[in-house]
C-alpha cells in the first residue's frame, strides 16, 4: 500500500511539473509563434515530465538502487516505452469516448445532468461534464493503474 500511496503522490508531482512546463514555454513561445507553439510546448512538458517521472518511480517508489549502466538503460527504455503506449491507450480511449460514445449517448446524459444538483452550482455544461467525468474520472485512473503495474511487473521488477 506504502508503494502505491507514493507512486500516486510522486504521479500527481509530475502532472505538476507537466503543467508548469508546458504553461511556462506557452507563455515565452505564444507571443512569437502564435497558437500552434502547444505542439512544441507539449512534446517537451512531455519528456520532462517523463524523464521526472523515471528518476522518481526508480528512487522513491520502486526503490531500484542499482546504477548498474545496463539495467539503468533497461529501465529507461521500458519506463519510456510503457508511458508512450500508455498515451497511445489515453488518446484512443479518449477517441472512442469522444467522438464514437458521446453522439450515442449524448441525449441520456444531457438528461441525466439536467438532473444533477452540482449544476446549477458549477454551471457546466453536459458535454464538459461527460469529457470531464470520462477524461478525469476513468481514463486517468485507468492509465495511472496500468502505469503503475506495467513499472512494477516490468519496469522496476529487479527493485521489487
Known amino acids: 500500500m506504502r508503494e502505491f500511496v507514493v507512486y500516486f ?10 503543467f ?21 510546448s507539449n512534446i517537451v512538458a512531455f519528456v520532462a515530465s ?19 549502466r545496463s539495467l ?8 519510456s ?11 484512443l480511449l479518449t477517441y472512442v469516448f469522444f467522438d464514437l460514445l458521446w453522439p450515442r449517448c449524448e441525449a441520456w446524459f444531457t438528461s441525466l445532468w439536467r438532473r444533477v444538483p452540482i449544476k446549477k452550482i458549477a454551471g457546466i455544461p453536459p458535454e464538459k461534464a461527460f469529457r470531464l467525468l470520462v477524461k478525469w474520472g ?11 503495474f506495467f513499472s512494477k511487473l516490468v519496469v522496476f521488477k529487479e527493485a521489487a
Do not use: M
Not at 503522490?9 to 507537466?18: A, D, E, P
Not at 512546463?21 to 513561445?29: A, K, P, Q, R, S
Not at 517523463?50 to 546504477?67: A, D, E, I, P, Y
Open 9 to 18: 503522490f510522486f504521479g500527481v508531482l509530475t502532472t505538476l511539473v507537466n
Open 20 to 40: 508548469a512546463v508546458f504553461e511556462g514555454l506557452e507563455l515565452l513561445l505564444k507571443p512569437r509563434w502564435g497558437k500552434r507553439s502547444y505542439l512544441f
Open 50 to 68: 517523463l524523464v521526472f517521472g523515471f528518476v522518481v518511480n526508480k528512487l522513491f517508489v520502486f526503490r531500484s538502487t542499482s546504477w548498474e
Open 72 to 79: 539503468v538503460l533497461h529501465e529507461a527504455w521500458t519506463f
Open 81 to 91: 516505452a510503457a508511458r508512450l503506449c500508455s498515451f497511445g491507450l489515453d488518446y
Open 138 to 148: 476513468f481514463i486517468a485512473v485507468l492509465v495511472t493503474v496500468s502505469n503503475y
